[in-house]
């Protein structure tokens, strides 16, 4: 079984910025391709960002949902088994329960459905 949790959200201004992280235990992480999901109230679970297995010279070219391009950044550091979700330039529209998750497989998966694994989410509301 693999425990994946999550921390850092919070309550943060218009503009701001907020980092999530999301360890997983319980499986090699280097086996999992990892994402970064999002549920606001009355909403579906919406795709925010994924990052293969597999990187080269560190980095692991991860993939955007439209809507956070050029804000958000997601990383992962394999040695101490975490992925990290940098926002920037924070919108109310952002307010959200923020979920992680990691999937078995090597290529990005953009949805829920395609992962394995799932975390107990986050809140992170954006208000002024």
């Known amino acids: 079984q693999v425990e994946m949790v999550e921390s850092g959200g919070g309550l943060v201004q218009p503009g701001g910025s907020l980092t999530l992280s999301c360890t997983a235990s319980?499986?090699?992480?280097?086996?999992?391709?990892m994402g970064w999901f999002r549920q606001a109230p009355g909403n579906e679970r919406e795709f925010v960002a994924a990052?293969?297995?597999?990187?080269?010279?560190?980095?692991?070219?991860?993939s955007y949902g439209d809507s956070v391009k050029g804000r958000f950044t997601m990383s992962r550091d394999s040695a101490k088994d975490t992925v990290y979700l940098q926002m920037n330039s924070l919108k109310p529209e952002d307010t959200a329960v923020y979920y992680c998750?990691?999937?078995?497989?090597?290529?990005?998966?953009?949805?829920?459905?395609?992962?394995?694994?799932w975390g107990q989410g986050t809140q992170v509301t954006v208000s002024s």
């Open positions: 998750a990691g999937a078995v497989g090597v290529g990005i998966r953009s949805a829920p459905n395609q992962y394995d694994y």
């Open positions: 319980g499986r090699t992480f280097g086996t999992l391709a």
């Open positions: 990052i293969s297995r597999f990187g080269y010279g560190g980095y692991y070219s991860p």
